[in-house]
């Protein structure tokens, strides 16, 4: 196959939604269409319950499931999907938006009685500064919830976007019928008592049809109607440009857990969602089709074997041809290096590859030379951009608790850290390291697996900042004295970016007024 129809094949996507939203079920019940997997339950495993908040073990347990997990491929109707997996807990979210950066699209999964949760808005919000398409997916009909038009409603308001719903209830919970799609214009009809689809109706175009009445009763089939009617009227028919420019947002609802719905949104997906795009690096922009391999490091993956620091860096193909022993260019160091066994993903299976093409995710077993954001090329200096950092919510002092075991410390905060655990700032004043974070577990988690993979102790100190500020400045002096006033909350990231720990919201307003020179970014690229 040509390279151009080896990229127009390949739908590469991200599943995302607030924990409990139906995430795992969805994505199990899609790989179950793809014939990835042969039962319910496999994809279970992976799911860190939100119980086990203090209980890292266990998510450490699940780090090394989750490998295998991480890239779930598949072969539906003719295109190679791909889906990354995104970690639902909330600590892990830093995670969750590195991943999007590899997604072409994303679907969203909303509960439909608790409508749209913080992690839902967080994530979209990273979605949406990169306009990535987004189709959105309301799950859990067979339970009572939200009506239809005042959860759209929240969906446009909270999330910021514009919605078309190209499928619509008839009923819900108790009353739950199925629903009318409108993208193929048929009814797909659902029985409460055995909990599964019962019935297609094929090319229902009319819905005027008497024979609506027939199938779900004269109440439903009016509300249906007037639904229907109303729908045409407020919101946008479907637009393939508008969705992939991130502007429109079709919507599907369903029961993933029943299997309700998940065939039209998958039989919609494959048709609609867009093939790999071209991306940005510092020099230019990439073109997929471009003869050159080239791809970048989104995620790194620390091996379960604790004995062996190996770790797999999973890198996202952005153009060309990738393939097995080729010598390529490690573009941040600029040393040359070869991939003798990289992985790929398919039906949950790890295999080695010998080549692999834009849209496709590997795995490159790796010993400490990848950091997250890292770009591969043939030879060009390019560097991607787009996977920023963006400010923890938490932050401590690191401090060595073994004075022998120094240069162990130090290599393992580096390793962890470029694996994108937390992040780490160094203060200007006397270099003290304080570590970041988005959720306070990464800390038992960076601690635990110092001790045992490094051989390293550490303890930490609460250091009291609010936010992490990136600074940019368009004037020396305004800096030099707002560097003076500050010193002691100036740090370096680890790229040597200069970042204000802001102690508080108040501060960091004062800063703001005063300083009016210096913009004080939340993220790390701007
Ligand atoms: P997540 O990955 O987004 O965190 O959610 P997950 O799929 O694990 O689903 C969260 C809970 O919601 C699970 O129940 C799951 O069975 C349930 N669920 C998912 N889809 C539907 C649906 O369409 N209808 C209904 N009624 N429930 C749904 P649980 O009790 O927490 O877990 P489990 O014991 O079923 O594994």
């Known amino acids: 196959m040509s ?70 491929g598949f072969y539906y109707k003719d295109k190679k999907i791909n889906i990354l997996d ?44 990169r306009a990535t398409p987004i189709i959105v997916f309301i799950n859990k009909l067979d339970r009572e919830g939200k009506d239809g038009f005042d959860l759209i409603d929240e969906v446009e308001q909270k999330l910021g976007l514009t919605l078309c719903p190209l499928s619509w209830p008839i009923g819900m919970g108790q009353r739950f019928q199925g629903v009318y799609n409108i993208w193929e214009r048929n009814l797909n009809l659902y ?35 007037s639904d229907m009617e109303l729908l045409d009227a407020v919101y946008p028919s479907f637009n393939q440009d508008s969705y992939e420019k ?37 020099e230019r922009l990439v073109l997929p089709n471009e003869s050159d391999f080239s791809g970048f490091v989104f995620k790194i993956h620390a091996n379960i074997d604790p004995n062996h620091r190996n770790r797999i860096a999973f890198l996202k193909v952005v153009s ?40 496709d995710i590997i795995g490159i077993p790796d010993n400490g030379s990848f950091r997250i954001g890292d770009t591969v090329s043939v030879r060009e200096e390019l560097h991607y951009v787009g996977i920023p950092s963006f400010s923890p919510e938490h932050f401590r002092f690191i401090n060595n608790a073994d004075p022998l075991k120094s240069k162990q410390l130090n290599k393992g905060i580096d390793q962890l850290m470029d694996e994108g655990v937390a992040q780490l700032f160094t203060l200007k004043q006397n270099n003290r390291k304080i570590i970041g974070t988005v959720g306070a577990l990464q800390y038992e988690v960076i601690q635990y697996r110092l001790e045992h993979e490094y051989n390293a102790k550490c303890s930490y100190e609460m250091f009291p900042a609010f936010k992490a500020c990136w600074i940019e400045s ?20 680890k790229f040597g970016r200069l970042v204000f720990l802001a102690d508080s919201k108040f501060s960091l307003q004062m800063a703001q007024d005063k300083f009016d020179k210096i913009t004080f970014h939340l993220k790390s690229e701007f």
């Open 246 to 282: 991130g502007a429109l947002c079709p919507v599907f609802f369903g029961s993933a857990l029943n299997n309700f719905g998940v065939r039209e949104l998958l039989d919609c997906f494959q048709e609609i969602a867009p093939q790999p795009q071209p991306k940005h690096a510092e």
């Open 474 to 493: 368009f004037d020396d002096d305004q800096l030099r004295e707002f560097s003076s006033l500050k010193q002691r909350y100036l740090a370096e990231d």
């Open 320 to 359: 060309g041809t990738f393939q097995r022993n080729k010598t390529y260019l490690h573009t941040r160091t600029g040393k040359p290096f070869k991939v003798s066994a990289p992985t790929a993903f398919m039906a949950s299976k790890k295999s080695t590859i010998d080549e692999a093409f834009p849209g």
């Open 86 to 129: 995104t970690p639902g807990h909330q600590d892990f979210a830093e995670d969750t938006y590195r991943t999007l950066t590899a997604c072409d699209s994303v679907i969203v999964v909303i509960d439909v009685a608790k409508g749209v949760e913080p992690q839902t808005e967080k994530l979209v919000q990273v979605c949406r500064m």
């Open 191 to 225: 029985s409460a008592n055995n909990k599964q689809r019962i019935s297609e109706v094929t090319s229902f175009k009319d819905i005027q049809s008497p024979e609506l009445n027939g199938f779900v009763g004269d109440e439903a089939a009016e509300e249906l109607r």
């Open 3 to 72: 390279l151009e129809s080896e990229i127009s094949i390949r739908r590469t996507f991200g599943i995302i939604s607030h924990p409990d939203a139906g995430k795992t079920t969805l994505t199990e019940k899609l790989l179950l269409f793809g014939g990835a997997i042969q039962e319910a339950g496999a994809v279970k495993s992976n799911k860190v319950k939100k119980a086990a908040t203090s209980d890292f073990m266990e998510i450490e347990k699940q780090r090394g499931i989750s490998v295998a997990t991480s890239v779930m």
